[in-house]
C-alpha cells in the first residue's frame, strides 16, 4: 500500500504577517483647502509657465501707453518727487528690455540746456505744473508749451532744451530706448543743429543729464 507523505512535515511554522495598518483619515485643514487645491499641481508645466504676465513695449504705440499708464497711477509717483533747489531732480522710476523710464522734478527757472540723447528716442509727459521746450531745428529755433495729458515723442538726433518758465515747481516723466548712455550738451549761443556741439568737450557721456 503507498505511503502518504505528509506535505507540511519539513516547513517551518512563520507567525502571521500584521495586517495592514487602517487608512489615516485625510488632513483637514482649517479653511478646507489645501495648497495644491488652490494652487493645482506645482509640477504641472502650465503652473510654472503663466501666459497672462504683460509683455514689455517693443514699439512707439507701446511705449506711449507704457508712459501713459504710469502717469495715471499718481501713487506710484508722487510720493516719490522730491525738489532740488540746485540741480534738477530726478530717479529712474521703471526698466524693462531696451528702455528706461525717469522722474524728473523742476524748480522754476531751472533748465536741462539744450542737448540731444545720443542714440536713444523717448516719450516724455509733464505729470504736474508746466515746462517749455525750445527745439532747434535748421529752421531756426521754436519752443511749446508743454503740460500734463499731452505727450511728446522724440527721435534720435532730436535737439532741444527743456525749462520751467512758470513760478510754480513741475514734475516730469520721460521714457528712454535704448537707455540713456550718452546726451550732448550744445552752448545755447553755438548749436549747429546739423552738426556736433561747437566745443567737442561739451559732450558729456553719462546717466546723470537725463531729463
Do not use: C
Not at 532740488?84 to 531751472?110: C, F, I, K, M, N
Request: cysteine-free.
Amino acid at each position: 500500500m503507498p505511503r502518504l507523505r505528509k506535505r507540511n512535515r519539513d516547513r517551518k511554522h512563520f507567525p502571521a504577517l500584521p495586517s495592514a495598518p487602517a487608512a489615516l483619515p485625510a488632513p483637514r485643514w482649517a479653511d478646507g483647502l489645501s495648497d495644491v487645491s488652490i494652487a493645482g499641481d506645482p509640477m504641472a508645466f502650465p503652473h510654472l509657465a503663466r501666459t497672462d504676465l504683460p509683455a514689455h513695449p517693443t514699439t512707439v504705440g507701446g511705449y506711449a501707453r507704457l508712459v501713459r499708464e504710469i502717469a495715471a497711477d499718481r501713487a506710484r509717483w508722487e510720493p516719490l518727487v522730491r525738489y532740488d533747489a540746485l540741480t534738477r531732480w530726478y530717479a529712474r522710476l521703471e526698466t524693462g528690455p531696451g528702455y528706461e523710464v525717469w522722474l524728473l522734478s523742476w524748480l522754476p527757472g531751472q533748465s536741462s540746456g539744450f542737448h540731444d540723447h545720443g542714440r536713444s528716442s523717448g516719450v516724455m509727459t509733464v505729470l504736474a505744473g508746466e515746462l517749455t521746450e525750445r527745439s532747434l531745428t535748421a529752421g531756426g529755433e521754436g519752443s511749446r508749451p508743454l503740460g500734463p495729458g499731452g505727450l511728446r515723442v522724440f527721435s534720435t538726433g532730436h535737439l532741444h532744451e527743456m525749462v520751467n518758465a512758470s513760478l510754480e515747481p513741475a514734475v516730469s516723466l520721460h521714457l528712454y530706448t535704448p537707455g540713456l548712455v550718452e546726451m550732448n550738451q550744445y552752448p545755447t549761443t553755438a548749436a549747429d543743429p546739423a552738426g556736433a556741439p561747437a566745443d567737442p568737450a561739451a559732450a558729456n557721456p553719462g546717466r546723470h543729464w537725463a531729463h
